[in-house]
Structure formats: structure tokens, C-alpha cells
């Protein structure tokens, strides 16, 4: 059988996050109730006109420079022409010839169990257009008695602007085309033109997939899967793809170049419509807009103003806090987690000192939590002074890790500080040499055996004893003072 | 004073000594609308479609209550069809639109009442501003109250009308590709189409917007220069408007014509133009030459190209730009159907006229793929052609004179059935559309069915001074009497 490999590319559907619609002054706001952001332009009433949102153009500028695009100081608007009930003008306002940007690059870090290596994922374009509306279908089952399906359309997404990112297909494998994605997100969550949020769609993406025989140059024909909006949808949809191609062309059966959407429920892909019946979108330049000048003094001025990026967060935080690599990147290739870190430091004076500590119960206490969870950390409760103060007690010696540890779920559970978990838990460190001595004393007249071993050598089996003297105590005796105390009382 | 012998400049000295009522004046236009109704019940001028005067009267009441001087002084202005007015039905003379409310006012609009401007009705128009003779409308034609077996020209048909069989003081049309000056000439009126980017298109229903622009109708070119001066500008909402300064145009009436300099394009004035129209129009040279103008005959050899560059970009945009017009969100819709898409199909199938229909299935065909290239993007090139030897001649000439149609005003039905011979009705008046430049319609004698012939003067991008000043001293000293033919009959 012939070996295959996969030949993927993207085109992520990415929601800016201005204030107003593309070319209304209607707010850009997901969840308020249908067609409350509408207005005669956005419902493309007869006789109104499009007014560009400048700031939608700047924050395309943005991502553009990010990516080390070409950005055109002069590119154009056109029109895609197609009738739907959730296209109000029944055409989209778009580009095509001449895109906002082009070329440029994102580059991946694969980095798990089997593989570690960069690769540079080229950009064919990055262009601006206005999102459609939204159709809700209601199947006869719902307050119907008259079993009609209906349909009602919500038009407060209709004009709210969009960045499409089109990749090269330079990817090879599920994990490279995730790996791009979540770069590719993490990037507009650092230049904050995007709210990263899939479940609502504020990022989408569209999965274009070929198949080639390994080693060869020769591309094969390729089905594009349409709208997918997790990590899990991505994964599951090239994993699918891969497998169907595959088995057409071990079959020597071809595969048919045609649109797909994945069903989430059955996980396999759908031929939405194929080539044949592809649509003419009669694409013409749009008269209502002039072309999108830019001046190079407004492309200097975001230069210089962009925000620290992904990479440079890397750099920073490798001198600033001497963390391991493989920790700074999980901590920076999500710029909230990178956050969330930088704010626990800087709340504790020792902070800096102290950053692997508090960089390990992030990435390991926390991430833990927020994976299980299955939630963004914006999302996770626990306050992150809260966080530092807990690193801060244990440093002092007032609780030990095991106590931290015990603690933390409650924490993170209530948004408390340590302090107010342990008031409630009455808990505290022992730290009396009385109290601790005489718990040795009880641990070691109860081990008798052990401690025979002990004095004729075997000295591994203190440990045994600490863990002994730990469970006596609840853990509540400070390690230290354990460890002198039983070591005075084990060799005298 | 009689009513046909008031115009808009009259109308304001009046009105500032409060000796002319503008609510009278409307129930005046409105009482003779009903005459001509009741008397030729068949072949009424059917220039105005709606009027609303308890509107009128709430607008003159705010008016009142302003301390304000306002420029306009009450003037009552009548819109076509095709402008977006708060609570007017704004139908386009089209059925898809029936009942259609605007819920907006449109930039011109609003200008118009901020300076004092009482929009008091509509006027009929060619369905969604297609046609040159008024024929196309779902509300019925509209008649040359010159005569009324004649076409009033159109698609501004309704405007020209009502201004010439005063039924209207001043009206507002939009311009295309002739729609404004070619029915201004079948009237007898002046008509003036500004620059491409002088006068806001927003509220305006768009028929092909990189062609169509607003401007008036009007019995006087002075009458002209005033509603220009408060209809243009920069507006925000129309980002193909241009921020460039308005001037004071009817300040700049009554300019020398000492060193001007008027080109005839010999292409305009070739063999195939009717012989009484040639006459005229060079006649009108000889009094510019007469008056101190250098007159001199230059070559626009393009310009035979404008109406097929015309037609493929106008109906190009419009098959786009009337796609919204679904049966989804408002106006017309049928619903007798089993699928969505039917509603899409019957809604637009039944909702729009023949003509209509006609130019959007042309604008389809020139943008899909595998055409596109050999129609929508060489016209694309040869307008920029036809613009560039406008500019040229411009580098030498301050204006433009040409006939503004090629042939006599032709009777309603005569050309109905022949779309072609009906679209070179607009042969002389496209080239100003296609390369965006100003142009006014002047007439300048009767021919010999008792009907007007008009020339027009084009100039180069904002200069609509230019123009105004010319067709004024050439108004004010060649006065032409064209009589209405009610007004034989009263």
C-alpha cells in the first residue's frame, strides 16, 4: 500500500473586536437579543450606503505586521454576489484581487512527546470583509403543532468585520494544522483584535486537505471542509478527511474536489455542494467605496506601537525569569496564561525570584484544572495574588506544600486567599520543637522494627518515618523542623 | 402673479416679505393636480405620484418656530420616487417596493429641510430610474405637458414634468446616464447633473453607483445655481463624496464671457443628428462666439463608445445593486411557496417590470465568469479612456457645448418596443456620466412639432460655476416662450 501525506491549508475566519460594525455604526456585540444591533444600513434598506470603519483596517495593519505581511498601500473592496436570507444586500463586501495583505508567515513549535521542531507557515493574504447574519432553524417539534418548519433570521453579525487569514497549504499533519491555529489565535489575543472566542465564532476555520503520495511533489485533489470552529472539530475533521482520501486512492477510486461540512455529532465530513454546482459570485470592484489608501506615517505609527508578541514574551521571559524553555513557551503561546503569570510575580516582591515555583503550580496545579474543565484561564476562578500569596507561605514556612496543596482546590473553588481557607480549615504549621519531638518520640516507639533497621544502616528509611510523622500530624509540621528533630532522634 | 410665471428665485423675495403662503402654494399645485385629473382622466400628466401636505404643514410649522433666517424660506420641493424620505413611501415606481416605507432621511433630503426646504411629495420616474421616456413606471406614464402625446423623457420624467405643467415650483432628480438633463430638454426646463462625488448619494436608491447623481429641475438656471448650493457637499455617509469647497453659485452668475473658451466635439454634431437640432445648438455657438467666447471645434473620438460602456457598467452594477430587493426584509414578497429560494424567484419575478428585469440579466451576464474579462473589464478600460480625452480637451477649454439628445422628442409607445433606439436617447448625455462630469440642459428653441430643443454644457469635474454662468447669460439674453399645451387650452 502507498504511504500519504497530508497536504493542508487554512483559512481562518477571525471576528475584530471593534466597537462598531464594519460599515454601520451599529454595535459589534454577540448575545444580545435578534436584530437589536441592526440599522437601516445593516439591513440594506434602498438608498443607504457603506462608511469604511477605519479602525477594522487598522487592526488588519496590525496582524499584517505581526506576520511580517506585505501590507498595500492601496487595495481595493469588491463584491461577492450571492442570494441568502442571512446576506442582506445579497452580496458580501469582501476582497479579492488585491487584499489588504499579502505573504508573509507564522511560525509553529511542535512540541510533543515524539516531536520537537519550528516550521514556518506562509500567509497567501489577510483580507477585510463583513460577516453574514445568522439563520435559526426551528424543526417542527418546537411550539408547532402544526409540524411547519421555520426559520428566523438574526442580523446583528450582518456588517461586523472580519479578518480572512488564508495560509499556503504547508501543513502536514492535524497536529501542524492545530499548532498553526492556536499560533494563529494566540497572535490576535496579543494584538487584542480578536476575543479568541470559538463557542461564540468570533474564529472559524475553513480546512482545504489533499493528499500526496509520500516524497512526491505532485499534489493530489482537494475537498475543503467548511465552518469548523474548536481545536477538537479541526482535529477530528482532518483526521476524517485523511482516512476517506486514503482509502479512495488505495482503491484507486478519485477523490472529488467539492466543499464539506463535518457533522459533530457523527464526526465525518458532508459534501455541502460540489464543483459543478459551484456558484458564480460575479465578483466586480465595489462602486460605493473608494480604494483603501494608506498612508506609510499610519503604518509606522502601529509599528511602533504594537504590543509585545508571542516571541519577544519568549525572549523577555527567559532573561527575566530563568525559566526552562519548554515552560516559557507553554506560559507565552497563550497570552492570557503569560498574564496570569506576570501578575502573580509582580504581586509578591520575591516574585522574580520565585517565578519557576509559581511558573510550575501554573503550569502544573492550574493547567490541570483549567484542561479538566475544559476552560480558557480568563475563565478560571482563582484570582492570581491569590496564587502569589500561597507561594509566599510556603516560602515564609508557615504552610507546607502538602497543606498548599490541600488548600488550593478550595481556593480556586471560593476565589479565596489562603490565609481565609486556612481560618476556616483551622489549619496552621507546627513549627514547636516540644510538640514536634514529642510526635517523633510516639512515631518511633510505634516502629520499633524500622528503627532497628535503621541503626543498623539502612538509612533510606528515614523517609518512611517523615511520611509517618506527616500523616500524624496532618501535615501540618513544618518539613524542616521534622527532618532535624528525626534525624537528631534516629542517630543519638 | 400667475403660477407658471413663479420660479424658485421669485418665490423666495416673496416669501421673505410674507407675501406668498408655501402651504397655499402647495394646495395650489395639489388643486390643479386634481383639475388636470378630472379633466383628462385618461391622459393626465401623472407627474406627481404622492404628496403629503399635513407633512408639509408640520415642516412649515417647525420652520415658523425657528428664529432662524433660513435659506430656503419654505420653498415646497418635490423628490422622485427614488429618494429616501422618513415616512414617504419610497417605492421607485416599482411594484417590489409597494408599500415600502423609508425609515430615514436621505443626506439631500435632509439638507433640503434644514435649510428651510419643504419636501411635500413625489414624482413619478421610470421603474428604479431605467428608461429615458417615463414609460417604464408602475405607477403608469407620465405625459410632455408640452403636448401630451409626447414622452416627457425620462427617467426623471415625473420631476421635469411637474416643474413644466406647474404642478411642482422645483423638483430633484437623479442622473444616471441622461435621466436628469434628457427629460429636462423634452420639457423645456433646466437640468443640471453635478459632478460624480459633488452631491451625497446617500438616501438615494441606487440604480448604478459609480454613474448616478442627484441634482435639480428647475424652470431658470439662477433657480438651479440655488438648490445646488444646498445640496452639495462632503458627506461622511457617502464615502464617494468629495471633500472639495462649494462654491456660491449663484453669486457667480453674470460672469464675462471675455477669453472663455467653449469646445464643439465634432462627434456630437455629425450628420446623423437631426437637422433642426444641429441648427439650434449651433446657433446657440454663434451667440457664445458673439459675446466674446473663443468657440472651436475639437475631436472626443471615444466618446462613440459611451453608451455600450454605458450599458455594460451601469447594468453591471445594477443587477447588483437591486439584488436586495428580496422579498425577505420589506417591500413585495410572495409567499405561496414550498422553499425559500421560491420566494426569491416569484417575489422578484413578479415584483419587477420587464425593462428592469432586462438590464439585470444584462449586468449578470457581463460579470459572470468567463465574461467578465471581455465585457465588464474592457468597458472598465475604455472609460477610463473615454475620461482621459474629456481632460484632455479640458487642458485647453473651460466648457464643453453639444446637443443634449440627437434626435426631435418622440411620442409615448414610439420606441417602447425598440430598447436599442430608446437607449441612444442617451448618447449625448452618457460620456458626462461615464467620465463624471458636470453637465446642464438648456433649451434653446422649439422644433417643428411645437416641442423643445435644448443644448447642453458639460465642464471639467466641480466646476458646475462655469456652466451655470454660461447657460445663464445665454437664458437671459435669448428668451424662449414654450407654452404648456393646458395652458393653450384654458
Redesign the interface.
Known amino acids: 500500500m502507498k504511504e500519504w501525506e497530508a497536504v493542508i491549508g487554512l483559512e481562518v475566519h477571525a471576528q475584530l473586536n471593534t466597537k462598531t460594525k464594519l460599515f454601520c455604526s451599529c454595535p459589534n456585540r454577540f448575545g444580545d437579543s435578534p436584530n437589536q444591533n441592526t440599522c437601516e444600513i445593516c439591513l440594506a434598506h434602498p438608498g443607504v450606503l457603506p462608511a469604511p470603519n477605519q479602525k477594522s483596517i487598522e487592526k488588519a495593519i496590525q496582524l499584517g505586521l505581526a506576520t511580517k505581511s506585505h501590507i498595500h498601500l492601496l487595495s481595493y473592496f469588491e463584491r461577492k454576489n450571492y442570494f441568502y436570507p442571512d446576506n442582506p444586500k445579497a452580496y458580501q463586501i469582501s476582497q479579492l484581487k488585491k487584499p489588504i495583505c499579502e505573504g508573509g508567515k507564522i511560525t509553529i513549535k511542535i512540541n510533543d512527546k515524539k516531536n520537537s521542531y519550528t516550521k514556518d507557515i506562509h500567509l497567501e493574504r489577510i483580507q477585510i470583509e463583513e460577516d453574514a447574519g445568522k439563520l435559526i432553524h426551528l424543526d417542527s417539534d418546537s411550539n408547532n403543532a402544526q409540524g411547519i418548519k421555520k426559520s428566523y433570521v438574526d442580523l446583528n453579525r450582518a456588517g461586523t468585520p472580519l479578518l480572512e487569514i488564508v495560509s499556503k497549504a504547508e501543513m502536514n499533519s492535524s497536529l501542524e494544522a492545530i499548532e498553526y491555529f492556536k499560533t494563529l489565535r494566540n497572535l490576535l489575543l496579543y494584538l487584542e483584535i480578536n476575543d479568541g472566542n470559538m463557542q461564540e465564532g468570533s474564529l472559524r476555520a475553513d480546512v482545504n486537505l489533499s493528499l500526496r503520495e509520500k516524497n512526491s511533489r505532485t499534489l493530489g485533489i482537494r475537498t475543503e471542509t467548511k465552518n469548523l470552529n474548536s481545536f477538537k472539530s479541526i482535529e477530528q475533521a482532518i483526521e476524517y478527511e485523511i482516512t476517506r482520501q486514503s482509502q479512495l486512492l488505495n482503491e484507486n477510486q478519485a477523490v472529488v474536489q467539492e466543499t464539506l461540512l463535518f457533522d459533530k455529532k457523527r464526526l465525518v465530513t458532508k459534501p455541502m455542494r460540489s464543483k459543478e454546482e459551484a456558484q458564480d459570485y460575479r465578483y466586480f470592484s465595489e462602486p460605493d467605496l473608494m480604494p483603501i489608501k494608506i498612508k506609510p506615517s499610519l503604518i509606522e505609527e502601529l509599528k511602533n506601537n504594537l504590543v509585545e508578541l508571542p516571541q519577544e514574551k519568549f525572549n523577555r521571559f527567559l532573561k527575566e525569569y530563568q525559566l526552562s524553555n519548554y515552560d516559557t513557551w507553554v506560559l507565552t503561546s497563550d497570552k492570557f496564561l503569560a498574564d496570569y503569570f506576570e501578575r502573580a510575580v509582580k504581586a509578591y516582591p520575591e516574585g522574580a525570584k520565585r517565578a519557576k515555583k509559581i511558573c510550575n503550580w501554573i503550569n502544573t496545579e492550574i493547567l490541570s484544572i483549567v484542561n479538566f474543565q475544559q476552560i480558557t484561564i480568563n475563565e478560571f476562578n482563582l484570582d492570581s495574588l491569590h496564587l502569589a500569596t500561597l507561594i509566599k507561605l510556603m516560602d515564609e514556612g508557615t504552610i507546607s506544600g502538602k497543606i498548599a496543596k490541600t488548600i488550593f482546590p478550595e481556593m480556586v473553588a471560593k476565589n479565596a486567599s489562603p490565609e481565609t481557607i486556612l481560618k476556616e480549615k483551622n489549619l496552621k504549621l507546627v513549627s514547636n520543637e516540644e510538640e514536634i519531638t514529642a510526635i517523633v518520640k510516639s512515631v518511633i516507639e510505634d516502629n520499633r522494627e524500622a528503627f532497628e533497621k535503621y541503626q543498623r544502616g539502612n538509612q533510606k528509611i528515614a523517609g518512611f518515618f517523615v511520611g509517618q510523622i506527616m500523616k500524624a500530624t496532618k501535615g501540618q509540621a513544618n518539613p524542616q523542623k521534622v527532618n532535624e528533630i528525626l534525624k537528631k532522634m534516629l542517630d543519638s | 402673479m400667475k403660477i407658471s410665471e413663479l420660479n424658485l428665485k421669485k418665490f423666495l423675495e416673496l416669501s421673505r416679505k410674507k407675501e406668498i403662503s408655501p402651504l397655499d402654494l402647495v394646495e395650489n399645485y395639489l388643486k390643479k393636480i386634481a383639475e388636470d385629473q378630472e379633466k383628462h382622466p385618461d391622459r393626465k400628466i401623472n407627474a406627481i405620484i404622492y404628496h403629503d401636505l399635513e407633512n408639509a404643514r408640520k415642516q412649515f410649522k417647525a420652520l415658523n418656530a425657528s428664529k432662524a433666517e433660513s435659506y430656503l424660506k419654505g420653498a415646497p420641493i418635490i423628490v422622485k420616487n427614488?429618494?429616501?424620505v422618513k415616512n414617504f413611501p419610497?417605492e421607485?415606481a416599482s411594484k417590489i417596493?409597494k408599500n415600502?416605507v423609508?425609515?430615514?432621511d436621505?443626506t439631500v433630503v435632509k439638507k433640503i429641510i434644514d435649510n428651510g426646504g419643504i419636501i411635500w411629495g413625489y414624482s413619478n420616474m421610470d421603474e428604479f430610474a431605467m428608461g429615458s421616456s417615463n414609460e417604464t413606471s408602475c405607477r403608469g406614464v407620465v405625459r410632455n405637458p408640452i403636448h401630451r402625446d409626447y414622452i416627457p423623457g425620462g427617467s426623471s420624467g415625473g420631476s421635469a414634468a411637474s416643474v413644466k405643467a406647474n404642478h411642482s415650483l422645483v423638483a430633484l432628480g437623479s442622473d444616471t446616464g441622461g435621466s436628469i438633463r434628457q427629460p429636462a430638454a423634452c420639457c423645456g426646463i433646466v437640468g443640471l447633473k453635478p459632478t460624480y462625488g459633488r452631491v451625497s448619494?446617500?438616501?438615494?436608491?441606487?440604480f448604478?453607483?459609480?454613474f448616478d447623481q442627484i441634482g435639480p429641475l428647475t424652470k431658470t438656471v439662477e433657480d438651479s445655481a440655488i438648490l445646488l448650493k444646498v445640496i452639495a457637499g462632503y458627506d461622511?455617509?457617502?464615502?464617494?463624496s468629495l471633500n472639495v469647497k462649494v462654491d456660491d453659485y449663484p453669486a457667480l452668475l453674470n460672469q464675462s464671457l471675455k477669453g472663455i473658451k467653449i469646445a464643439l466635439p465634432k462627434e456630437f454634431f455629425t450628420s446623423e443628428v437631426d437637422p433642426e437640432v444641429l441648427a439650434k445648438v449651433k446657433a446657440v455657438a454663434n451667440f457664445y462666439r458673439e459675446n466674446g467666447a473663443v468657440v472651436e471645434e475639437v475631436s472626443l473620438p471615444h466618446t462613440k463608445f459611451s453608451i455600450a460602456t454605458y450599458y455594460v457598467l451601469s447594468t453591471?452594477?445594477a443587477?447588483?445593486n437591486l439584488?436586495?430587493?428580496?422579498g425577505?426584509?420589506?417591500g413585495f414578497r410572495n409567499d405561496e411557496v414550498s422553499h425559500?429560494?421560491e420566494i426569491?424567484l416569484k417575489t422578484r419575478n413578479q415584483g419587477f417590470g420587464k425593462e428592469v428585469k432586462r438590464r439585470m440579466l444584462i449586468g449578470?451576464y457581463v460579470?459572470?465568469?468567463g465574461y467578465?474579462d471581455a465585457y465588464?473589464l474592457k468597458a472598465q478600460k475604455v472609460r477610463s479612456i473615454i475620461k482621459r480625452e474629456y481632460y484632455e480637451v479640458f487642458k485647453n477649454y473651460q466648457a464643453i457645448l453639444t446637443p443634449t439628445t440627437p434626435y426631435k422628442i418622440f411620442k409615448i409607445g414610439e420606441k417602447l418596443k425598440d430598447p436599442v433606439a430608446m437607449y441612444l436617447s442617451d448618447l449625448f448625455t452618457v460620456s458626462a456620466n461615464v467620465s463624471g462630469i458636470p453637465g446642464l440642459s438648456l433649451p434653446c428653441g422649439i422644433d417643428s412639432n411645437g416641442l423643445p430643443i435644448s443644448f447642453q454644457l458639460l465642464a471639467p469635474p466641480f466646476q458646475e460655476a462655469t456652466i451655470l454662468n454660461l447657460a445663464h447669460i445665454y437664458e437671459v439674453n435669448n428668451p424662449i416662450s414654450i407654452k404648456n399645451e393646458m395652458e393653450e387650452a384654458l
Do not use: M, W
Not at chain 2, 201 to 206: N, P
Not at chain 2, 236 to 240: F, I, L, R, S, Y
Open positions: 427614488n429618494f429616501n419610497t421607485c417596493l415600502y423609508s425609515p430615514y436621505g448619494r446617500f438616501g438615494l436608491v441606487a448604478a453607483s459609480s461622511p455617509k457617502d464615502n464617494t453591471a452594477e443587477s447588483s439584488a436586495r430587493f428580496d425577505v426584509r420589506y425559500f429560494k426569491y449578470s460579470l459572470s465568469s467578465f465588464y
